[in-house]
């Protein structure tokens, strides 16, 4: 198979979850001439933007959308470690992002986690129930562009508040800029805490991140 | 009428001259514990704390219900899961899954006085003694699929729902066993209605085929245990397209949260079940205002549930002004 060819079937593989195929198709992409970057571009974010699509028209559920997520950080595992420093994909936005403390409900962030990955920003994940002094840590020791938090109850919307209150005070913003998401919250409280964004699901989220970058 | 009546009433959708008002997810504000002077996190292991508790939301609110116990741990604790009982306005949560998937599960023996199933028996108990002939005592309980995801994982149960089908039903098969043992024992104690709550089925999740395969027999098997009391449905987001699947369930209501259009519901629902719900627990009731709340309150009340109530579990710190507004709104 030509190297294009391999792309288009690493493709469907992750779109279909087919998730023990997806290492051996992106080292043969690799071998046959495809850069990482051309990999994930063309291959892996492809994917996850047809996954995403799938997921809006309520072809795919959560399931299924799990099982592309895994699929693709297969071939990650694969390509991530080829890319040479100073490549397109290498100087990406960084994403901090990670579930408040307080609140162990992370499925709907390693969702949007994955479809950010899908769309090349290099992610730092903070794990649930993060104390936000090392979400705000993190964001500083990387030089994060963008600090994505998720909360899925309601008590815990004091801490979305809190991250705020510490990017104005540290002199954060607008160099970084912070997007909010899950059950618990909604475009009101966003702009009520002062947030840059609000997303209301991961497809929106890639949206949300990509405006926020310009 | 007693609260009772009306509230029994409501859920067998008797022709009344107004709905019932009250709480069937979490109901407990940090109002109410300063009335009982009692507080979470004492309240979920101590029976006497937990009745009071129980009834503050119907002598602080007027809610026409008493309701325990006030989290969706539980079950899974009984199971073995790490649960922390978190602080005065944060629910309890878990902290690890006690199975991975090559497990074979089992219901823990003695598991009814055993923890926190024997503090909500024994609360069912004080509350049925003091307050069972005016008001309706409403147990709060988990979905066989939700406490599944709590055993093994929520993330990796969705993932073998495609990957490993036959693990999926191993669990929920032992849950919902469980599951109907325990509301058994609740209804034994006095419990005049089991409201269900099953988050992890939600149409966010799931997708009403997935529903039908790895919910819909287990919630009427766990179901089986509610003899003569009534039973709530209670499945979080925007459950439109699963309505008529809810009802497949034998349940006597839907709680149902705000996401869902009321009227479209009452259409969907047609009289066939009772529908429960479905104020914003975050807007109006949590971040919004007491006009707010009890607009929403006269517009599905008009739209025609049966009882009004908030959509999902009510957060502690919810100001105590929006509720008296939606309560009121209903009792006039």
């Given at each position: 198979m030509s190297a294009e060819e391999l792309l288009e079937k690493l493709s469907d593989v992750v779109i279909k979850g087919k998730i023990k195929e997806a290492k051996p198709l992106a080292e043969e992409a690799l071998a046959a001439g495809a850069s990482p970057e051309v990999i994930i571009f063309d291959a892996l974010s492809k994917a996850m933007g047809v996954v995403g699509q799938k997921y809006e028209s309520k072809q795919y559920f959560l399931p299924q959308v799990l099982l592309a997520a895994q699929t693709m950080y297969q071939a990650l595992d694969v390509v991530l470690p080829q890319l040479k420093a100073g490549s397109a994909a290498d100087t990406a936005a960084k994403v901090v992002i990670g579930v408040v403390e307080?609140?162990?409900?992370?499925i709907g962030k390693n969702i949007v986690k994955a479809m950010l990955t899908g769309a090349g920003y290099t992610i730092f994940d903070m794990g649930r129930d993060c104390p936000t002094k090392n979400m705000i840590d993190k964001v500083k020791a990387e030089g994060a562009n963008i600090v994505a938090t998720s909360s899925l109850m309601t008590p815990t919307l004091a801490a979305m508040k809190e991250i705020e209150r510490i990017l104005a005070e540290e002199n954060l913003k607008p160099q970084v800029k912070s997007i909010i998401g899950g059950g618990a919250t909604t475009k009101d409280f966003a702009a009520q805490i002062g947030a840059d964004a609000w997303a209301y699901d991961a497809v929106e989220a890639v949206e949300v991140v990509k405006n926020l970058l310009k | 009428m007693t609260p009772k009546e009306r509230f029994l009433g409501a859920l067998a959708r008797k022709e009344m001259d107004r709905p019932a008002v009250g709480c069937v997810t979490q109901s407990v504000t940090v109002d109410q514990m300063e009335w009982a002077g009692v507080e979470w996190p004492a309240a979920h292991t101590d029976a006497q704390m937990m009745a009071k508790l129980g009834i503050a939301g119907a002598k602080v609110f007027g809610f026409e219900n008493a309701r325990v116990p006030?989290?969706?741990?539980v079950e899974a604790e009984a199971f073995g899961a790490t649960v922390d009982l978190g602080n005065r306005v944060k629910t309890p949560m878990l902290?690890?899954?006690?199975?991975?998937?090559e497990d074979e599960p089992a219901i823990p023996e003695g598991f009814l006085e055993k923890g926190r199933v024997a503090t909500a028996i024994e609360a069912v108990k004080i509350l049925k003694a003091e307050y069972g002939e005016e008001y309706p005592i409403v147990a709060g309980t988990t979905g066989p699929l939700t406490i599944a995801g709590h055993l093994v994982g929520t993330e990796d149960l969705l993932l073998m729902m495609i990957t490993e089908p036959d693990t999926v039903h191993k669990f929920i098969k032992v849950t919902a066993e469980m599951e109907k043992q325990y509301i058994a024992a609740l209804v034994a104690a006095g419990v005049d209605v089991i409201n269900m709550s099953d988050p992890s089925a939600s149409t966010d999740m799931l997708s009403a085929e997935m529903f039908d395969e790895f919910a819909l027999p287990y919630t009427k098997h766990a179901f089986e245990?509610?003899?003569?009391a009534k039973k709530i449905l209670h499945i979080c987001g925007n459950t439109t397209s699963l309505l008529e699947h809810m009802i497949n369930t034998g349940a006597d209501g839907l709680s149902i949260e705000e996401k869902v259009d009321s009227a479209e519901a009452v259409n969907i629902v047609n009289g066939r079940v009772a529908l429960v719900g479905n104020i914003g627990s975050v807007k109006?009731?949590?971040?919004?205002?007491p006009e707010e709340c009890a607009a929403d309150a006269a517009r599905i009340r008009d739209a025609g549930f049966n009882i009004i109530a908030p959509g999902c579990g009510l957060a502690a710190e919810t100001p105590k002004a929006n509720i008296e507004a939606f309560v009121k709104t209903i009792k006039g």
């Open positions: 307080g609140d162990v409900h992370d | 006030f989290c969706l741990t902290k690890a899954h006690p199975y991975s998937s245990g509610c003899g003569d109006p009731l949590y971040m919004g205002t």
